[in-house]
T-cell receptor, first 112, second 114 residues
């Protein structure tokens, strides 16, 4: 089983719909991150969380919100999806500043 | 603006050629440095990391990188690439004075011709 699991793996949604991407981890890490990947732009940080009560905006948080329901779960929501949010989304975890980040398999989101 | 810059967007090499991918960052203070690889259709996997100590770090699959603090650089190298190295490579920087935020470069696509 994967240590960092993202669901769904693929999703097509319509403009204006609310959608939630979920991430869960079994690594016992305290830090969790959401990134989006776009061709030529690399990975851009959307939100990150250092523990359940600590949520921080990243580089491109507009149009997104997050919830850290437990140490092991970190969800990303698009309240009203728009086509330019079509991207590959990755969740990652790390243990403090002592480890590298470990990535999930990604969620490919298409907004039509 | 603070950033992580990868100089090459797309690199094309023949097998056995040497590889060097550039990475520069503009953050001051203490940083951790990483190179990740993403094979087609897969998630990111760690190639190597620098936390402290010897600035020349060795990673998996024959890759190495050198941290040059004065140049804010962390370039990735491999003496002889293989077709299986075809992938996208990302440099990343963890910024201590920003709470350990992890920022990625734009990525470099490497194509190795057999």
């Amino acid at each position: 089983d994967a240590d960092v699991t993202q669901t769904p793996r693929n999703r097509i949604t319509k403009t204006g719909k609310r959608i939630m991407l979920e991430c869960s981890q079994t690594k016992g890490h305290d830090r969790m991150y959401w990134y989006r990947q776009d061709p030529g732009l690399g990975l851009r940080l959307i939100y990150y969380s250092f523990d359940v009560k600590d949520i921080n905006k990243g580089e491109i948080s507009d149009g997104y919100s997050v919830s850290r329901q437990a140490q092991a779960k970190f969800s990303l929501s698009l309240e009203s999806a728009i086509p330019n949010q079509t991207a590959l989304y990755f969740c990652a975890t790390s243990l403090g500043v002592d480890t590298e980040a470990f990535f999930g398999q990604g969620t490919r989101l298409t907004v039509v | 603006a603070q950033s992580v810059s990868q100089h090459n967007h797309h690199v094309i090499l023949s097998e056995a050629a040497s590889l060097e991918l550039g990475c520069n960052y503009s953050y001051g203070g203490t940083v951790n440095l990483f190179w990740y690889v993403q094979y087609p259709g897969q998630h990111l996997q760690l190639l190597l990391k620098y936390f402290s100590g010897d600035p020349l770090v060795k990673g998996i699959k024959g890759f190495e990188a050198e941290f040059i603090k004065s140049k804010f650089s962390f370039n990735l190298r491999k003496p002889s690439v293989q077709w299986s190295d075809t992938a996208e490579y990302f440099c990343a920087v963890r910024i201590y004075n920003q709470g350990g935020k992890l920022i990625f470069g734009q990525g470099t696509e490497l194509s190795v011709k057999p």
